[in-house]
Each structure stands twice: as C-alpha cells, then as structure tokens.
C-alpha cells in the first residue's frame, strides 16, 4: 500500500515542556495541509526517575511506529531541546533505506532539531557531560535539584516566540527531505548544515546568534 498522502510532523517537546506549549505551531503547520502529532512523554512529571531510553522507546512505539504502519504515514521528525537525545535515538533504523529494506514503504523521511541536544552518543556521557560539564544558561538550577528553562527570556523555545517564523523554517528544511509539495521561500540564517548523519537538520538556538 502506497504512504497516505503528506507526512505527518511528529513534535516532540522539551524536557520541561508540555504539548500545549507547541498551541501556536501546531495549527500553523495544519493550516498548511499537513497533519501533526506531538505527545506528553514519560519524564515529564514523572515520580520517578525516567530514562531518555524509556523516552525513545515510548516515542518509537506509541508515537512513531503507529503513523508508519497502521496509518501508513510518512513522518518528519521534529525535536526540541532535550528531546533530540531520545527523539533521535527512537527513529534508528526507520529511514527510507532501511524500512524499504524490509518491504515497508513509509519512512521517517528526516529529522529537524530545535536548539537540540545532538550527542554522538555510545561514549558513555550523560547529558551534563554532552554539555561541557555543566547546565546551559537558558537553565535555572535550584539547590532542591528542581530546575525551570527560562524559555522566553533566551529564545530557546521559537516555538512560543516566533511560531510563524518557525513554521516556515520547518517546511522549508523538509522539502529537503522529499515528499512535500514545493513552497516559494528560502531558508533563513541561522539553520546549520546537516548534522552527523543524512536526513538531520539543526535549527540553532537563537540565544547563540
């Protein structure tokens, strides 16, 4: 059976974050024609310790694998902050070249990180260590351990502060990917090259430029 038409842009938020903080992207991507998904993972409001391992395996089979194969949707994967560590780590071995080996033929078409978290990943770091030892300045740390991300103050999150803007950045690196309708427009300044692998685009963190 042939993919449904359009992909789907799976959202995945940021640690501290919730779906509701993507309220003003998400229907400016379904204004465009184009479906969405996004989720509240495990960590967030957890009671317990929750791994970025129990984050990819729940982005895997609760929010990838049934858009690829019942729905039999093509995705465009898009994480935010954190989540490029588990939203990555959940799309291994879902790319065209690899699901077309199987016989399958929807695909995670490519991914887009928002001021994400990019390890190389089996060198045994954790996260602080990923980020040079230390929290990065758009993170409050307090003595209780209890942290908050200063989110509009830093730009880290475009999504809340220029949502439109976003959405166009969004498109425009997925038609790179393929299988989307061509939109009149070019990508802005600040978007970095491919990261590490085919298919891996970064949108830098505004705080930066």
């Not at 080996?101 to 260590?129: C, E, N, Y």
């Not at 351990?145 to 989110?151: F, H």
């Not at 299988?179 to 298919?199: I, K, T």
Request: charged share 15%.
């Amino acid at each position: 059976m042939a993919p449904a038409s359009g992909p789907v842009f799976v959202i995945v938020p940021g640690a501290s974050q919730t779906p509701s903080h993507y309220a003003f992207l998400i229907p400016l991507l379904q204004s465009r024609g184009y479906g969405t998904l996004t989720a509240l993972l495990p960590s967030r409001g957890a009671t317990r310790p929750v791994s970025a391992g129990e984050d990819a395996e729940f982005i895997r089979s609760r929010m990838l694998l049934p858009l690829l194969d019942t729905e039999k949707h093509n995705v465009v994967l898009v994480m935010h902050s954190y989540n490029g560590l588990p939203g990555s780590a959940a799309a291994w071995g879902l790319g065209k070249a690899d699901r077309a080996a199987q016989g399958k033929m929807t695909s995670v078409l490519g991914q887009i990180f928002i001021a994400a978290i990019l390890p190389r990943g089996d060198d045994g770091s954790d996260v602080i260590a990923t980020l040079g030892g230390r929290w990065p300045p758009f993170i409050d740390v307090y003595v209780q351990q209890s942290w908050i991300i200063r989110d509009m103050a830093t730009g880290h999150s475009p999504q809340l502060a220029a949502p439109e803007t976003l959405t166009d950045i969004i498109l425009d690196l997925a038609q790179q990917f393929g299988g989307l309708p061509h939109e009149n427009g070019s990508v802005p300044s600040g978007v970095s090259a491919p990261y590490q692998q085919d298919n891996a685009l970064e949108i830098s963190d505004a705080s930066e430029e």
